[in-house]
């Protein structure tokens, strides 16, 4: 089994900056594409960032040139660095790992409230 546990939210005013980290631990093969996810109020769950095992990243464009989605391989962690947070960045924040080799599994996070005043 693999958990992943998820820390950094909190309430922050717009303009502000907060970073999310995500880490993995248990029966890991192999750390494959990892990625954030966020579910506002009354919304559903959207993919906002993905980075793969050697780095590659992919954004939103709600989030593009905001946020930075980075990972430590000899960690196990994947980070968030959201600056120029916005009212309607409000949600909770979860990660995702795709673990395995030949079975592949994906795993999530239980989520870390981030709340952006204005």
């Known amino acids: 089994q693999v958990q992943l546990v998820e820390s950094g939210g909190g309430l922050v005013q717009a303009g502000g900056s907060l970073r999310l980290s995500c880490t993995a631990s248990g029966s890991i093969t192999r750390l494959n594409d990892m990625a954030w996810y966020r579910q506002g109020p009354g919304k559903q769950r959207e993919l906002i960032a993905t980075?793969?095992?050697?780095?590659?990243?992919n954004y939103v464009d709600s989030v593009k040139g905001r946020f930075a989605i980075s990972r430590d391989n000899a960690k196990k962690t994947v980070y968030l660095q959201m600056n120029s947070l916005k009212p309607e960045d409000t949600a909770v924040y979860f990660c995702?790992?795709?673990?395995?080799?030949?079975?592949?599994?994906?795993?999530w996070g239980q989520g870390t409230q981030v709340t952006v005043s204005s």
């Open positions: 995702n790992a795709n673990v395995g080799i030949l079975r592949r599994a994906e795993y």
């Open positions: 980075i793969s095992s050697t780095g590659g990243t």
